[in-house]
């Protein structure tokens, strides 16, 4: 085992939840947005839009969160193209619309693509937003992706555009019993 | 312009033999929030094999260089470091920068709270780069410590950060003072 277990010292965390720890100075100036669960089919209402945007057909998208300021988040799956397959976690508001992308290479039918033993099918289940920032132009997201052997943690940061780029990414595994 | 900094949650991961029994994946034996080990952004696949998500992980920024320092221990009940003191990079008779943006720098302190490391995580531009990381060399910070009231040595205070090398997240924002 390596690493370090810091304590909670004021409020209360979840047992097991994910966190990112972040300094006041990182915060300073930034909104932090409140999550909330998804209501009906959201920005998914507009696929059109966001195949348009991409120049890739939607083939599925599921709502995943709501942020009081009027954003959502949805997954949207793209068509695949030969073997490059495409997923992206979608922020959308009344003027931007910001993609963090996934990409995988299929293998073939039933294959792994997304997360291990997933059998190619991509699914929003596990998919929790941990956090959402912003700074005038400036994003950042927190993306928590559980799988059937782990979580993946990551945080995204776009500040124009209409993409986020992935800055940190790391790995929480869950070992069988 | 103002420089913040980030600490990164990274995740306890180990494996055993038979993690593909579909039986066991369920049950998290043990689940942890970690400080940051390392430029892993580039390395997600390092040492975790099939645990890893089947897409590859997106590329940012311009990362510099990689840090390949890891923990090498575990430490319960730690004091995270805090910045004491910060120098603002010198971006003088460089090109302005159309917008505030964000650099995000990975930094190593050593128990005197120097830092002894540090790569970019996520760049700007490589002339404003470098002098970020110039600037982030200078800083000094409180060093992590343990906490005295969860020392496993019954309570005893250690000195400070001696055994706690720790990796941060430097996030600098360029641009003007809000």
Not at chain 1, 40 to 53: D, F, W
Not at chain 2, 24 to 44: D, F, P, T
Request: proline letters at 5%; hydrophobic letters at 40%; aromatic letters at 6%.
């Amino acid at each position: 085992l390596r690493g370090n277990v810091f304590t909670v010292l004021a409020g209360n965390v979840d047992p097991d939840a994910t966190c990112f720890l972040a300094t006041e100075t990182l915060l300073e100036g930034s909104d932090v947005l409140p999550i909330a669960a998804p209501a009906g089919s959201g920005a998914c209402v507009r696929r059109s839009q966001l195949a348009e945007i991409r120049g890739r057909r939607v083939t599925r998208c599921w709502p995943i969160a709501r942020m009081a300021s009027g954003k959502e988040v949805v997954l949207v799956e793209f068509e695949r193209r030969g073997k490059d397959a495409l997923a992206s976690l979608v922020v959308v508001d009344g003027t931007r619309t910001l993609f963090a992308d996934y990409t995988a290479e299929f293998r073939g039918e039933g294959q792994d693509l997304w997360r291990v033993d997933d059998g190619g099918v991509l699914s929003p289940r596990g998919i929790e937003i941990v956090c959402v920032l912003q700074r005038g132009k400036w994003h950042a997201l927190g993306i928590a992706w559980d799988g059937a052997e782990g979580r993946l943690l990551s945080l995204w940061i776009s500040e124009g555009g209409d993409r986020f780029t992935k800055v940190i990414n790391d790995y929480w595994y869950r070992a069988p019993s | 312009m103002t420089i913040g900094i980030a600490l990164r949650v990274d995740a306890l991961a180990f494996r055993t033999n038979n993690m593909k029994t579909p039986a066991g994946r369920a049950k998290m034996i043990a689940a942890m929030v970690l400080v940051g080990v390392g430029c892993r952004q580039a390395s997600v696949a390092d040492g975790q094999g099939s645990t890893i998500p089947a897409s590859a992980p997106a590329q940012s920024g311009t990362a510099s260089r990689t840090c390949v320092y890891r923990e090498n221990g575990f430490r319960s009940g730690v004091n995270p470091p805090r910045e004491v003191h910060r120098v603002e990079p010198d971006l003088s008779g460089l090109p302005p920068l159309a917008d505030e943006q964000i650099a995000i720098i990975e930094v190593r302190i050593d128990e005197t709270g120097r830092v002894t490391e540090s790569c970019m995580l996520r760049g700007v531009r490589e002339d404003v780069d470098r002098k970020a990381l110039e600037a982030v060399n200078a800083w000094r910070f409180e060093p992590p410590r343990l906490r005295a009231d969860t020392n496993l040595t019954d309570g005893e205070r250690l000195e400070a950060g001696t055994a706690v090398p720790i990796f941060m997240t430097v996030t600098m924002r360029l641009g003007r003072r809000l």
